[in-house]
């Protein structure tokens, strides 16, 4: 079964960022990366808090691991961030897209600041990413594989989440394009759609009354785990995945079929 497992899913030769790196589901798939055979960059805004991180996952695993220091909504900011990922790693060829950011409120009591803060995070963040890794892949011979951090609610809603679902609704559709054009670069792009998982995001709610009754209210009647999140990114990532692109695979215990069907 090793072998397999080996030929299929490891990573091994592959230089793998990850974006909204400093915590969350972004330090655990870091790390599975690692675990993978990969080297691996880790980006956040906050280098102080990936630094350690690197380090901690380059002593446990023996890959090579870098932090580097990433605003999405800053073009310039991605721009130096592959520079530098090139520079010590070599070109990126798997990149874990999932840098994002969340203002849960009523529709009618939104702003356009909100939408703006938004939308540049977790739609146009996502596809200044997505889109110079896919020029790099390309102009570099090597293909590669994009896995864009969509949501359970870019496939189907609930209240005070308009702004939110609505920018991963669009990281669905921008992955579906995107894979449509780049499959003849070898540059797969496929999203992973996770459920209720406690991030830094979603932990003062989950944790509250409403929270704990909501999940307990969904097929699964709890979070997931973010370790749950590991074996679906490492298959995208992977070669034994080289048939798959333009899938917005829910990680959710069915809870988006419970959400789409009311």
Known sequence: MSNILNEHFSLTGKVVLITGASSGIGEQLARAAARAGADVALAARRLDKIEKTAADIAAETGQKVIAVKLDVTDGDSVTACFDTVEAALGTVTVVGNN??????????ED???DWDRTMNTNLKGVWRVAQTAA????????GGS?????SILGLGVSPQQ???????????HLTKAMALELGRFGVRVNAICPGYFVTEINEEFLSSDNGQKMLRSTPARRAGKLSELEAPFLMLAADGASFISGVALPVDACHSIKLVGG
């Open 146 to 150: 994009i896995i864009n951090t969509a």
């Open 162 to 172: 308009t702004t939110y679902a609505t920018s991963k609704a669009g990281v669905v």
């Open 135 to 142: 020029k790099r892949m390309a102009d570099a011979g090597v």
């Open 111 to 113: 702003t356009e600041e």
């Open 99 to 108: 840098a994002g950011m969340a203002i849960p409120k009523w529709a009618l």
